[in-house]
């Protein structure tokens, strides 16, 4: 009998021991990383991005002139669909700041026209773009984007010289900031391709930056333009520009 009793209190020590030993050993797990990709919802963020912008005439007597530098600055929105949240339509409201350089030299029966021209435009532009992010579950991914643009003009200004020469007589006109509002077409619309990459901070926003090229698909004159022409007087011009997209997601 004692023998028996001697090993039933020598298992319930061991079982205590171990009992003892998972609770003050064990470790509660830590709770998984969170994804950088993870949030699915709506993402609002703010966008700011310098660009490289140039006119691209299609008429003859009428040639781009190099390119300037501008700005576009707004809001950006993402609405992820499909899969964790993989796509999104992008889009959002942005002023922009585009325009160029540009050259006429042409002919008439009776006279010779040179005018150089540096067109300064402001548009409310809003993207529409299909994106796709990739899925790392790290802090840092990347995306592309492609799309359209829809532009409404706001403003049009021009800096302009012309020489205009009449048998043998040279007539020289020049101006700054000359409204030409009405050459304009009220609304414009672009093709729109990027890529780039997405930061996640511990803390939550995710900072972005990418290159986006916006390609002009509509005339943006007027068909009865008065400042910008060619000897025909039907002048053609795409704006085109290249920004860097600096931003956050808040």
């Keep these: 009998m004692k023998p028996v009793l001697t090993s039933l209190l020598a298992l319930c020590l061991t079982?205590?021991?171990?009992?003892?030993?998972d609770d003050?050993?064990?470790a509660t797990p830590p709770a998984p990383a969170r994804s950088s990709s993870s949030d699915d919802g709506v993402r609002l963020g703010l966008k700011v991005a310098p660009n490289f912008h140039w006119l691209r005439p299609d008429t003859k007597g009428l040639e781009?002139?190099?390119n300037n530098t501008g700005l576009s600055f707004g809001i950006v929105v993402d609405f992820p669909f499909g899969d964790n949240?993989?796509?999104?339509?992008?889009?959002?409201?942005l002023l922009?700041?585009?325009?160029g350089p540009l050259k006429a030299d042409y002919s008439t029966d009776t006279s010779t026209v040179?005018?150089?021209?540096?067109?300064k435009l402001r548009y409310v532009e809003i993207p529409l773009c299909l994106k796709l992010r990739t899925r790392m579950d790290q802090p840092l991914n990347f995306y592309g984007q492609l799309g359209v643009s829809a532009a409404i003009n706001v403003r049009a200004r021009s800096d302009f010289e012309t020489?205009?020469?009449?048998?043998?007589?040279?007539?020289?006109?020049?101006?700054?900031?000359?409204?030409?509002?009405?050459?304009?077409?009220?609304f414009k619309l672009a093709l729109v391709a990027g890529a780039g990459v997405e930061l996640t901070l511990d803390s939550g926003p995710t900072l972005f930056g990418g290159i986006v090229y916006n390609n002009g698909l509509m005339n943006v004159l007027q068909g009865d333009a008065k400042y910008i022409v060619n000897e025909d007087k039907k002048s053609k011009l795409f704006a085109d520009y290249l920004e860097i997209s600096l931003g956050v997601y808040l």
């Design 15 to 21: 079982g205590t021991s171990v009992l003892a030993q």
């Design 163 to 186: 020489t205009t020469t009449i048998l043998g007589n040279n007539v020289t006109a020049s101006d700054t900031d000359v409204d030409i509002i009405d050459d304009v077409q009220a």
């Design 24 to 26: 003050a050993g064990t």
């Design 85 to 93: 949240g993989q796509y999104a339509f992008h889009t959002g409201a």
């Design 114 to 119: 040179v005018s150089t021209q540096d067109t």
């Design 64 to 66: 781009s002139d190099g």
């Design 96 to 99: 922009n700041y585009i325009g």
